[in-house]
């Protein structure tokens, strides 16, 4: 059984902390204003786009409003592949889900994938999708958070 216990850390970015997932082998930093939840494994079951998975994680701005901002939520679906992910995202509205762009990128040793797509809304969602052994790990970034998290992302790195 996968522990989801996140390591907080200084980092070496004064202000900043650390997040460790031994269970899917990656870290990122956040700055202070923020926070990580981590949800006990009981609570950790969900569906997200139609698929099985875990909600093992969110990631919250403390600072910015009277309460809690959430700028992204961490995703495991064992099982899975991006493949898979893509296709029940643009089935989980056809009418207003395109996928816009892909990117493939790398942080720190993790092949991860970008994705943008549309929303009824009209807002553009990024979803960050990397595979760990037979798990899809997916970082789904809030709408209009772009600002917030994209410092952050580009920090990840794997274990």
Do not use: C
Not at 45 to 73: H, N
Not at 77 to 82: L, P, V, Y
Not at 99 to 113: A, L, P, S
């Amino acid at each position: 059984m996968r522990s989801s216990v996140p390591l907080q850390l200084t980092s070496v970015q004064t202000g900043w902390n650390t997040y460790v997932n031994v269970d899917y082998r990656f870290s990122f930093d956040y700055p202070s204003g923020m926070e990580m939840r981590s949800r006990p494994s009981e609570q950790q079951a969900t569906e997200y786009m139609d698929l099985p998975g875990k909600f093992f994680a969110s990631l919250r701005d403390v600072t910015r409003e009277d309460q809690p901002v959430s700028i992204a939520y961490f995703y495991a679906m064992d099982g899975k592949t991006i493949d898979q992910f893509l296709e029940a995202l643009k089935a989980s509205d056809s009418q207003n889900v395109l996928i816009k762009e892909t990117v493939d990128m790398e942080k720190g040793k993790i092949q991860m994938k970008k994705v943008v797509s549309t929303t009824a809304l009209g807002v553009d969602k990024v979803h960050y999708l990397f595979v760990d052994g037979t798990t899809l790990v997916v970082i789904s970034q809030f709408m209009n958070e772009n600002v917030a998290f994209e410092p952050i992302i580009q920090t990840v790195r794997g274990q």
